[in-house]
């Protein structure tokens, strides 16, 4: 009779377990990151009789969560992946709008600039086109340097959201480190804790969210949590501290770093693949980079073209001079790494801006020479590397002078070089007088009347200042129907400074004296041209149809690659197309990526969820299945009573 008690009363025990455990699924079923539990049963063990063994009821042996570590670790990392892509998604849709398109665009201001000399042209002393010229001009200096902020908000909204982040990593980490600690101390009951559990694998997802992590479990219940590839997070009860330290370069650049027994340590960038630092990290290191070079380029071009073709020309100022120039823009910067021991310093300066190229470049001392590379596409600058003699006598690279100033470096010792990024945001109209836009060219030619020839004149300028003597006339005699001249350079006093001999050729510009004459036709035996100082720049447009020239001249980027095939650039409005094209194509990039990766993670969720969550049709179908075992186990008991009392009963009579 007692074993008949004993079964029935472990069976409403157990059927109420499970009826508990049932109710406790229901009531969280849309808890997040909590996992189905289930009770689990056991037989108890018979009891031996002469008539054989007889069953001892059920034993609940420990109540268990549906837990599936495989689908759980894959939709960690899943969702860290998206949430990279995400974070980079959200700020490239930002920069695009850094870089408007159509009459707000740069491109477009250039060449409304450009266009202006148009009207100067056309009439040199028109005091109002020469001020349309200096509006323009404002407002394309003012569009540079808008520009060049916004990327440098964007960069400071960058550094601001990785501390953010970092502070959320910290404060998870301690979270879960602490859990840790309990999970282990419940180690010894024999059971699992499960809705520690559910809440440390919640904690781990999210700083998934955050940044890749690696959870390691350990013998005692707790779990590791590694980053970088091997650089602890969490370890134990331990959690070490996450911190945002500045570039190696640039103190504008946000770095990870991790705090390990008192020290930082830096984390590689490379391996850092997912969560939201990491696509904030690579939009920093990247995309945001790419489109301050490509921005700054633009700005060395544009000022360097129109601050060149200033200098070839003469003002409409008493007395009339070379103009001077329209725009200054930020200079190159070298940044010294901060763990360098030498003292080197370098200097960079812009010496053709038509090669400048929109890269950054490492220097890079191994103890006997320097190494440069271009950091846009990986590969070593042309002459590189590059002995501590060579810089300190100043190497030409890319349209760039770069010269050792002063110190030594040690071996080890690294450099970044910013030839264009710092450009744009620091550019700005630093000429404003009307009066010194230099429209006039600063020589004329004159044909004389009695050549038999077709030649005219189809371009006269200045191209090298600093060769042109402004005291002399070049007069010019073709000696031959095959283009042969003859000239002379003759002073004030009509004295012959020097003379010489030449040949054209159709297509090629006759250079002297610093300046080169284009023509249209062919000249003939006995044709004469004489090139003289103007003498009149108030009334001249020479250098007015030179500018305009420029809106349709591909002078941005131009390459000189290693086997001396020069590779001409773009025009203005081409290389603001071509940026545009870049920036567009990072977004589309992005987004596809975002999407890609945001359906993934939701496949792996979904995979975990039905392994893990709560299905509330299946609970109820549990529930009314335990509430009738209870309700048979709960009939067995009043079985067994009434035997008893029937025995007793037969007993007393």
Not at 2 to 31: E, P, S, W
Request: proline share 3%; aromatic share 6%; no cysteine.
């Amino acid at each position: 009779m007692a074993n008949l008690m004993g079964i029935g009363t472990r069976a409403m025990f157990a059927n109420y377990a499970a009826l508990q455990v049932t109710g406790n699924n229901i009531a969280n079923a849309n808890t997040q990151g909590y996992s189905r539990q289930e009770a689990q049963l056991a037989t108890a063990q018979g009891q031996y009789t002469g008539a054989g063994f007889f069953g001892q009821g059920v034993n609940v042996t420990t109540v268990a969560r549906s837990y599936d570590r495989f689908l759980t670790a894959q939709a960690t990392a899943t969702n860290s992946l998206a949430s990279a892509d995400l974070a980079r998604m959200n700020q490239l849709t930002q920069l695009e709008t850094v870089l408007p398109l159509g009459e707000a665009g740069l491109g477009q201001a250039a060449r409304q600039m450009l266009d202006a000399f148009v009207d100067v042209a056309n009439n040199p002393q028109d005091a109002s086109a020469r001020q349309v010229v200096i509006a323009r001009s404002q407002e394309l200096a003012a569009r540079f340097k808008t520009a060049g902020e916004q990327l440098s908000t964007l960069q400071t909204g960058v550094s601001q959201d990785m501390k953010s982040s970092i502070a959320s990593v910290n404060a998870l980490a301690t979270q879960v480190a602490d859990l840790n600690k309990q999970i282990s101390a419940l180690q010894g009951s024999g059971h699992a804790p499960n809705d520690l559990l559910d809440e440390r694998d919640l904690l781990v997802s999210e700083i998934s969210g955050f940044i890749n992590v690696t959870s390691i479990q350990a013998d005692d219940g707790s779990v590791g949590l590694f980053i970088g590839g091997g650089m602890s997070l969490v370890l134990g009860s331990t959690a070490n501290v996450l911190k945002g330290a500045p570039d190696l370069y640039d103190p504008a650049k946000t770095q990870l770093a991790l705090r390990e027994g008192g020290v930082d340590r830096l984390v590689p960038q490379d391996s850092i693949s997912g969560g939201t630092i990491a696509g904030l990290v690579r939009f920093q290191n990247e995309d945001l980079t790419a489109a301050r070079n490509l921005l700054g380029q633009m700005a060395v071009a544009v000022s360097g073209a129109i601050n060149q073709q200033q200098a070839l020309g003469l003002d409409a100022r008493q007395p009339a001079g070379a103009g001077s120039p329209l725009f200054s823009i930020g200079a190159p910067r070298t940044l010294p790494a901060s763990a360098n021991g030498g003292d080197a310093v370098f200097g960079l300066t812009v010496s053709d801006f038509t090669h400048v190229q929109a890269s950054d470049y490492e220097l890079r001392f191994d103890g006997s020479d320097y190494s440069l590379t271009r950091l846009s596409d990986g590969s070593a600058v042309t002459g590189s590397p590059f002995s501590p003699a060579a810089l300190a006598a100043g190497v030409q690279v890319e349209g760039l002078t770069l010269q050792l100033n002063s110190g030594t470096a040690v071996s080890g010792d690294r450099f970044l070089l910013q030839a264009a990024g710092p450009a744009a945001a620091d550019m700005r109209m630093v000429m404003t007088d009307p009066r010194g836009l230099a429209a006039a060219s600063a020589v004329t030619g004159s044909f004389a009347v009695t050549n038999t020839g077709t030649a005219t004149m189809a371009s006269l300028g200045l191209t090298d200042p600093t060769a042109y003597d402004a005291t002399l006339t070049a007069r010019l005699t073709f000696t031959s129907d095959t283009g042969d001249f003859s000239y002379d350079m003759v002073d004030a006093s009509n004295a012959v400074v020097s003379s010489g001999t030449g040949t054209w050729t159709a297509g090629t510009p006759i250079t002297l004296n610093g300046f080169s004459l284009q023509l249209n036709g062919v000249p003939r035996t006995g044709d004469t041209i004489s090139v003289a100082p103007t003498t009149s720049p108030a009334s001249n447009n020479g250098n007015a149809v030179s500018f305009v020239a420029l809106g349709g001249s591909s002078f941005i980027g131009t390459q000189t690659l290693a086997d001396g095939t020069l590779v001409p650039g773009l025009s203005i409005t081409d290389a603001y197309a071509s940026a545009l094209s870049d920036i567009g194509v990072r977004v589309q990039s992005a987004k596809s990526a975002s999407g890609i990766s945001s359906a993934i993670a939701s496949t792996a969720e979904t995979a975990r969820v039905n392994k893990a969550g709560v299905n509330l049709d299946e609970e109820a179908a549990r529930l009314i299945q335990f509430q009738q075992s209870y309700q048979a186990a709960a009939k067995m008991l009043q079985v067994a009573r009434d035997v008893f009392d029937t025995l007793l009963r037969t007993t007393g009579s």
